[in-house]
């Protein structure tokens, strides 16, 4: 009969212990479900300049990330940093600085490559006033005025997705 009782005590104590793995386990996966919500939720609202039209031929064109670098460092750096890295001040708007571009904001990535090309191009294209009373630095219409050529945005994307890859 005694031996009975300890396997009974036994077994309980195995019970027990499977109900403490398995409320763990299931406590996580809510949490981490919520998390990927959270992100998606984040992305719902992609940035895009208030003036913007429609995507410039640049989208449909092959960018050459390297040839993109040379126009980088000759047309963007100055604002948003060596590399894109940021770090560079924005008196006058509500930011503070100039937003960096490795990385660039997650909302304009996409894992779909015209997409993501697309969300640059926008600005690039276009330009916009950040927000705030008097910003000192504004994202210059390269497209509209005719600053770069198509090609030049092409490339200069295909090196912004290359550093954001
Ligand atoms: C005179 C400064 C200046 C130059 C030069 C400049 N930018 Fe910008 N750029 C800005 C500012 C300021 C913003 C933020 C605009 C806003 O808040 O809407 C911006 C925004 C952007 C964005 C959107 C980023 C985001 O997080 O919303 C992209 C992409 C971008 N620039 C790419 C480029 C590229 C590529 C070049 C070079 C061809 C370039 N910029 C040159 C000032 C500049």
Partial sequence: ????WVIWILLFG???LSLAVLAACGGS???ATTGEQAAGEECTEIPKPTNAGSPGAAVGLTGDPTAGETVFSANCTVCHGDQGKGGVDNPGSDDGTVPELNPVDACLKSTDATVFATNLDLFIEYGNVPEG???AKQMPAFGKQGTLTQQQIADVIAYVMSLNK
């Fill in 1 to 4: 009969m005694k031996k009975k």
């Fill in 14 to 16: 195995v019970v027990l």
């Fill in 133 to 135: 009373e008097s910003p």
């Fill in 29 to 31: 996966t809510p949490a």
